[in-house]
């Protein structure tokens, strides 16, 4: 499999297993950890000036439907402890 990466960072993207109960239809997506990568920073700003929220989103792609966008955040860890080796 080719090595996927952030088409905002450039960054190595994770496997990331999901909840059994997610409506993503999907057991893991392909997603940035990146905390650097400005999709991410950014999105801290965007979601509070628009929606007056402090969350923020992560890059993914997933693999299974050919398909990419935000996945949300509420905190720089989530989802780190999900990553599938």
Known sequence: MKELKCKY???ELSKVGLPEDSDWNVEYLWICL???CSYYKNGWDWMWNNFKTFVSYRYYYNTFFETDGPF???RPEDL???VIQ
């Open 9 to 11: 960072c450039g960054g």
């Open 34 to 36: 990146n905390d650097e």
């Open 72 to 74: 949300p955040v509420a």
């Open 80 to 82: 780190k402890n999900s």
